[in-house]
Each structure stands twice: as C-alpha cells, then as structure tokens.
C-alpha cells in the first residue's frame, strides 16, 4: 500500500471549515484514499472514502487531485466532538480482507 | 446503528496468564479483523478473518496468539501465554462482504493490562 504523508498537527477554530491534506504520490491506480478518525483512544471511527472522483457523506467531503498525488479532507463546520487523530490510509481493495496501516496521522484541536 | 461490541473494556491479567478477548461484529458483516495499540503508540493490524480462516496476519500475531469464530456472533483474540508487551488496546473491526462497502467498523476496544 502507497505511503501517505500528513502534517502532525493542527489547530481549527471551531464552526469553521477544517482542511486536513494528506499526500499520497506515490498511490498507484487501484488504490483507494481512506480517512479514520480516532477520538482519545476510542476505536478508530471511519469518515471518508475515494477512487477518483470527489466524495461527500453526512460528516466530511474528500476532495482528491486529479492527478490523486493527494487529497483533502472536508470537516464543513468543526465542532469539539471533532476533537481527535485523522488518518489519511490509501490500500488497494482485496477479496481476501482489507487490513488498514495507520500511520501517525494528524492530531485536530478544534479550539472554541 | 448497529455496531461492534467488545468485552470486557478492561482486563489486568498477570503475566503468563492466558487471556480471551471477545467482539461482536456487526451482524451480515464477513471480515473480522483484530488491531492493536500500545499506549503513545500507532494503530496496529494483528489478523483478518474471513470464511472461518485466517486471511492475512502480521508478524506481531505470533504463534501466542489465535482467533477464533466459535458461534455465529462471537469472534475471539486468544493470548496464551502473555507477556508485559502484550498490554495495549486491542481493537476488534468488521466490515461487509464484497458486494457491500469496503470500510471497516471498530469496537471501542479492551484496554489489556498485563502485571
């Protein structure tokens, strides 16, 4: 599975839009982008999923480049529930199972 | 919304003791998988289970370790024989057959405490 690279942390004002890069070069053509989020040791919590085209669901939008060297993940109006790590995760999709590498992620603090 | 259960949250067990930890997955769901995590540390992948085998697993799931599916609901972590680096948070996930979506669904985890 590609490599993902994201800044180790960052600070969001909360009701504002909150913009999480992630870089993905080397991601190959069968790979998907995938991002979790992990509020203080609870289990991972997943968001987000993409191939190609920009997707949005009820918590996030995943704007991906349209040459997917990298991505965007969209929290539209932060709140302190939002408070957690975010993993940017790109695998490719197996019949026989479809294990997840975290990395270290990037540590959100949405600040009143 | 339906999700994975884990028990017990927390568990202290001394050192050489062997453990099971216990996860309901979600239920039309077909891929199990068990994570783990040292305290300060990254989300680890242990095993996949799929059609009552092993599908893939890591080097950390040693021959300590074992899973199990012994009913139709309940799926199971095994530790024979633990050891002071065997406490972490161990994360239980399941995730849909092929025809289904591809993310996978977390527990809220066992905190194992090993003295």
């Known amino acids: 599975d590609a490599k993902t690279t994201q800044p180790t942390s960052m600070d969001c004002a909360e009701g504002r839009a909150a913009n999480l890069p992630c870089n993905h070069s080397?991601?190959?053509?069968?790979?998907?982008v995938y991002w979790y989020r992990q509020i203080h040791s609870q289990g991972p919590q997943y968001i987000i999923h993409?191939?190609?085209n920009n997707e949005t669901n009820e918590m996030a939008s995943l704007i991906i480049t349209e040459d997917r060297k990298s991505s965007t993940l969209i929290l539209p109006h932060a709140t302190l529930r939002d408070t957690a790590v975010y993993y940017c995760i790109v695998r490719v999709f197996k019949a026989a199972g479809n294990k997840l590498t975290f990395g270290g992620g990037t540590r959100v603090l949405v600040k009143p | 919304e339906p999700e994975v259960t884990q028990t017990p949250s927390h568990q202290v067990t001394q050192m050489g003791q062997e453990v099971i930890l216990r996860c309901v997955p979600i239920s039309n769901h077909l891929y199990f998988y068990w994570y783990r995590q040292i305290l300060g540390q990254k989300v680890e992948f242990l095993v996949s289970?799929?059609?009552?085998?092993?599908?893939?697993k890591s080097e950390i799931f040693d021959d300590q370790f074992s899973v199990e599916r012994p009913d139709g609901s309940n799926f199971t972590l095994k530790i024979r024989s633990t050891k002071l680096e065997d406490s972490a948070m161990y994360f239980c996930?399941?995730?849909?057959?092929?025809?289904?979506?591809?993310?996978?669904?977390f527990g809220q985890g066992t905190r194992l405490t090993v003295v």
């Open positions: 080397t991601i190959s053509g069968n790979e998907y």
């Open positions: 993409g191939l190609k």
């Open positions: 289970f799929y059609n009552n085998e092993i599908s893939e």
């Open positions: 996930a399941s995730s849909e057959g092929l025809s289904g979506g591809t993310e996978a669904f």
